[in-house]
């Protein structure tokens, strides 16, 4: 019997593993992905879950049948490259006073050049980096910064034409920096959870994530036949002494006539070199540095109802503080309310003046709604908006000097 069983069992294991029965070979192929029920089963749960959206109306002035200014060739401006976008990103900082020194360049020495926004993006990264492993992930690290970050920048990095490090990926049409910098607020969450605070370490890690999404800066390169670097660019070829530069606020909870820090989160490594002065003189500065020949980088709050994109102005609404009652007691007040914050970095470039004697500002602006207009990169700001919601700028000293004599 048992015999029997195994001439039966060596019979089908020779016809099932001949080689004219052979099991077929099975090919591999790529497909894309496909489960149609999931996908079913997904969309009406989504649905199910979802709230309803309500956007909210904004409400803002009702700007029909006001006199405000419609074109940009109305005003006296002076030279400036044209706007530029900076895209989903929150470099305004960068790209407002990158072409205020550009206008300066142009107005001490004559030339026209065209500076790189992000070069100086890439490495304030990299020092506040820094900054976070000195203070052990107690600092701010975000998007925004400060107009005299661009100054501080410079001078440790110098700076290079816009040619040679544009910080966009190939075919990339606008700056988006949200994965980069999502990525690297990961990176430094972790750094902190683990006390990795290996200063090499870090600063290396957020280097290779902003040449993954912006390229790598260069460290030399050829301009109008000579080579530079960007050190030696700034020095020999710009010449621009970035010493003769000062920031101006103007708060009542600070000292008058004394440098002092303006505490805003975008200050991020605490500069305590802001000349604090009286709302007057704050606003005389910038009137009377305009009519001449001066251009100043301006920021402050932009969240208002007198700002409309497609009507380009900003205004003080007579239902928020009539234009007699805007005084260093109102500005302090939306401060300290924290109704006025540090939203925006502008590019005071030109003035008119109107029927009221009243002075309007030419605003170079990157931000997105500047482009919504027929003005595209610009807005149109009356006096009493600066007045009460700008909180600081950046002038050349020679624009100050009777100011400059006051200080404690």
Known sequence: MKILKCLVLAVMFAFVFSPAYAQQRHK?????????????????TQEYWKKPERKKPRFIVDFDGLDLPKSKDEFKYYWHNEPRSQGATGTCWSFSTTSFYESEINRLFGKKVKLSEMYTVYWEYVEKARYFVQTRGESFFGEGSESNAVRRIWQKYGCVPLEFFEGKLPGQKFYDHSKMFAEMEKFLNKVKENSLWNEEFVISTIKSILNKYMGE????????????????????????????????????????????????????????????????????IIKNAIQKGYTVVIGGDVSEAGIESHKEVAIVPTFDIPSEYIDENARQFRFSNNTTGDDHGIHL????????????????????????????????????????????????????????????
């Open 28 to 44: 591999g192929k790529f497909v894309d992905y496909k489960n149609e029920f999931w996908e079913e089963i997904h969309k009406s």
């Open 349 to 408: 470039v030109g003035y008119k003046t109107d029927k009221d004697k009243k002075m309007w500002f030419l605003i170079k602006d990157s931000g997105s709604g500047s482009f919504n207009g027929n003005n595209k990169g610009y807005y149109f700001y009356h006096e009493d908006y600066v007045k009460l919601k700008m909180l600081s700028f950046t002038i050349h000293k020679d624009a100050i000097k009777d100011i400059l004599q006051k200080v404690k």
């Open 217 to 284: 800066p260069p460290t030399k390169f050829v301009y109008e036949n000579k080579e530079y670097t960007p050190i030696s660019f700034l020095k020999e070829y710009l010449k621009l002494n970035l010493d003769d530069y000062i920031d101006i606020m103007s708060l009542m909870e600070k000292p008058y006539y004394k440098y002092v820090e303006l505490e805003v989160q975008d200050n991020w490594w605490h500069d305590s070199s802001y000349l604090n002065v009286p709302l007057d003189e704050f606003m005389s």
